[in-house]
């Protein structure tokens, strides 16, 4: 069964995770987990774990069988001391569709891009733009693939229309 997901409820409370500031991220995170953070986590970290959290509550998370196959990759990198994952050994990732109300977050140079996808497309400060490649473009400078730049592999809906901003 889908779940039904209020999504402009769910977008306000995406946004004032945004406006949090550290103690407050730490309270929301012990309502979220039941238990205390980690102690050093960055700001930036904890509002990612959050707001992952959240839109997991919202949408659902991983798989059983994906969080099995998670466990067992990272214990066998305890265990040898290296990462035993790359490329060539993790299943092709499904075609998925971006929604309206998901978040991308980009690092970039030092500062973190936020992107909101819209029924009208996708919104970045207050911009609303059509497609990734041209936010990636605003961004960099130079032209990029939207979906690479932002960390995607098989999602379709990257783009509203034509090409650019509206």
Not at 53 to 74: I, P, S
Request: aromatic fraction near 8%.
């Amino acid at each position: 069964m889908r779940r039904r997901v209020d999504r402009d409820a769910l977008s306000a409370e995406l946004n004032r995770i945004d406006d949090l500031d550290r103690p407050a991220l730490l309270d929301l995170w012990h309502g979220l987990h039941g238990r205390s953070a980690p102690k050093n986590l960055s700001v930036g970290f904890l509002r990612r774990v959050v707001t992952y959290e959240v839109q997991c509550r919202a949408f659902g998370g991983l798989n059983g069988k994906t969080k099995t196959r998670l466990r067992r990759m990272a214990k066998e990198a305890a265990l040898t001391g290296r990462a035993v994952w790359n490329a060539s050994n993790l299943p092709p990732a499904p075609t998925q569709k971006l929604v309206p109300g998901a978040r991308l977050v980009r690092d970039w140079n030092g500062k973190t891009w936020v992107v909101d996808v819209t029924d009208a497309g996708f919104t970045m400060q207050g911009e609303t733009y059509r497609s990734l490649t041209a936010i990636a473009k605003r961004i960099t400078g130079a032209h990029w693939s939207g979906p690479r730049f932002f960390g995607l592999k098989g999602v379709s809906g990257t783009r509203v229309g034509s090409e650019g901003s509206t």
